[in-house]
């Protein structure tokens, strides 16, 4: 029993571990034509399912570059996944590929080649000799069906590891693994015997950057048999991702339990919520809906971001009521009626305005809250005393209560209009906390 890496990982037990290789197949993926989505929302279905992706690799449209990547893959994997290929074009190469490793012929898969004629009847058309490469199989293959689309999916063992082939487009892949394959892919993680469980868990973290995160939670997992501590920037938050393996998943959920305390206490007031789906700008709008609150913005900096988040999701207008884009001097004492004196003695970007900006839109728009940002965003404009990135906020609430904050970020543009959104979506969070 050995440990490596305290601050990561602690292994106290040597468990079987399926492990999964991605191979994503097509000259433009190689080329940077388009992003491969397909090697990450397939990772994820298949972390989903405690199976662990080892590796992810890419190959071009090439007969010994396919040949060589499926070798590789079935000699370390116990499970190989590919993507594309599948098409009906002579560059579609993936079925002939895997039929020569396992020894068998390309055949006609008579489903497949049935619903192909039913689609092509529908519309008038007739299918051709060409069109058949795409219902093509390797012979003795178990076939997953495609509803969403023409070329079937198939697996077929290559050296005695299961290889399963999938089209290249996202929603026939999902179709796919809704269809059945997950179903199957769970007998294959169980056929391997030992199979490890997974606990896991993932804070949203933000006001705090990675190195600080990471230097909270250090030594949160040594000694802990199977934990391990993750990070993942998605600026400007952080994840955090905790992750406890076990045979047993009661073992597993039960350290998850314990660590789970504490890392709350460390990351206290930093975590502004738990899980993959809801982010900090669907949090504060779901919040502002639920308690029939109404919110309106006040924006220099930021340019209408702030109200651009607040009305992404649907039903928002039960929420959002407007914003005013205060860019100039002028259009904040115009709109907002801050006084010309506050701007000559502090300037645009100061408490005092930012004060007077949340106030003032509060009142015109009649709104439980008002949230107000003014900034240096750059790259120029900055002063000695206030540099590029340097940014006030005010949340104005029942009562004109009124809460502040200063920013100091000294990065991008981009970096930091994005930042100054999002504190002011945590004002607003930390206000309906």
């Known amino acids: ?33 388009i992003v491969n989505s397909n090697s990450s929302s397939l990772a994820a279905r298949l972390w989903d399912l405690d199976i662990t992706t080892r590796w992810m690799t890419s190959c071009n449209d090439d007969e010994a570059d396919i040949v060589a990547a499926l070798t590789l893959a079935a000699t370390r994997a116990d499970l190989v996944v590919c993507s594309g290929g599948l098409g009906p074009t002579e560059d579609d190469l993936t079925v002939d590929m895997v039929s020569r490793l396992a020894g068998v012929e390309p055949v006609i898969d008579e489903a497949a080649r049935g619903r192909m004629e039913a689609w092509f009847g529908r519309a008038g058309g007739r299918v051709t000799p060409i069109q058949l490469r795409q219902v093509r199989i390797p012979a003795g293959a178990r076939v997953h069906p495609n509803a969403a689309g023409l070329a079937p999916g198939f697996e077929i063992p290559v050296h005695g590891v299961p290889v399963i082939c999938l089209p290249g487009f996202p929603r026939e892949i999902a179709s796919i693994l809704d269809g059945g394959l997950i179903a199957r892919l769970r007998e294959l993680r169980e ?38 501590i993750h990070y993942q920037v998605k600026f400007p938050e952080t994840l955090v991702k905790l992750v406890v393996r076990d045979p047993d998943q009661a073992a597993a959920d039960a350290r998850l339990a314990a660590l789970d305390q504490e890392v709350r206490a460390r990351l206290a007031g930093i975590i502004y919520g738990i899980g993959e789906t809801e982010t ?52 904040k004492i115009r709109q907002l009626g801050v006084a010309p004196a506050t701007l000559a003695a502090h300037g645009a970007v100061s408490e005092e305005v930012v004060r007077e900006l949340a106030a003032g839109a509060r009142e015109r728009f009649g709104v439980d809250y008002a949230v107000a940002v003014s900034g240096i965003a750059g790259p ?15 949340l104005c609430g029942p009562k004109d209560e009124m809460k502040t904050k200063q920013l100091a970020w000294p990065g991008a543009r981009d970096q930091i209009r994005l930042l100054s959104s999002w504190w002011a979506l945590r004002l607003v969070d930390e206000a309906l906390s």
């Open 1 to 33: 029993m050995w440990c490596v890496n305290r601050a990561a990982i602690c292994l106290r037990y040597v468990v079987a571990r399926m492990r999964a290789e991605i191979l994503t197949i097509g000259d433009e993926l190689c080329r940077g034509e």
């Open 191 to 228: 056929a391997t015997g030992q199979v490890e469980r997974i606990a896991r868990r993932i804070y949203r973290a933000f006001g705090r950057g990675e190195s600080q995160i990471s230097q909270a939670c250090r030594g949160l997992v040594d000694e802990v048999a199977g934990a391990s």
């Open 280 to 331: 900090l700008v669907e949090k504060v709008t779901r919040q502002l809906i639920e308690r029939g609150k109404t919110i309106a913005t006040a924006e220099s900096c930021t340019g209408g971001m702030i109200g651009e988040l607040l009305t992404r999701l649907p039903g928002s207008s039960r929420a959002f009521r407007g914003g005013a884009i205060v860019y100039s001097n002028d259009e």
């Open 380 to 394: 120029d404009g900055g002063t000695p005393d206030k540099p590029v990135g340097t940014v006030w906020l005010a």
